[in-house]
């Protein structure tokens, strides 16, 4: 696409509901939680809807973050490894560590 093409479409997406909600979607933060010593840490964030949670396992211990009731989960991560999820809809979300049950955490999203 050459510079003058790309501007046009640029502006001519500008210009709809669309390309704002992708706009206000685009300034979504992340906020990141350590997974170290058998804990979340921070156990509890608060986010803002549309933010994602970036984990990060530091142990030697594999881990997950697994969202029973809405359905999420980061998946197996190895040490080093790093899970992401974002959240549309307001509300407090209760994880666990599906391999090791008694890691908890809560992520609150704000209206
Ligand atoms: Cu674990």
């Not at 050459?2 to 992708?22: D, F, M």
């Not at 170290?36 to 970036?54: E, K, L, N």
């Not at 594999?62 to 999820?85: I, K, Q």
Request: aromatic residues 6%.
């Amino acid at each position: 696409m050459t510079n003058l093409t790309r501007r046009k479409a640029l502006i001519l997406a500008a210009g709809t509901p669309l390309a704002l909600g992708l706009a206000a979607r685009a300034r979504a933060a992340t906020t990141d939680v350590a997974i170290q010593g058998m804990a979340f840490a921070p156990a509890t964030i608060t986010i803002a809807t549309g933010d994602s949670v970036r984990w990060t396992n530091a142990d030697g211990a594999p881990h997950t973050a697994t969202f029973r009731d809405a359905g999420l989960d980061t998946g197996r991560l190895n040490r080093g490894d790093t899970g992401e999820l974002s959240f549309d809809t307001p509300g407090t979300y209760d994880y666990v560590c599906a391999i090791h049950p008694s890691m908890r955490g809560q992520v609150i999203v704000t209206g």
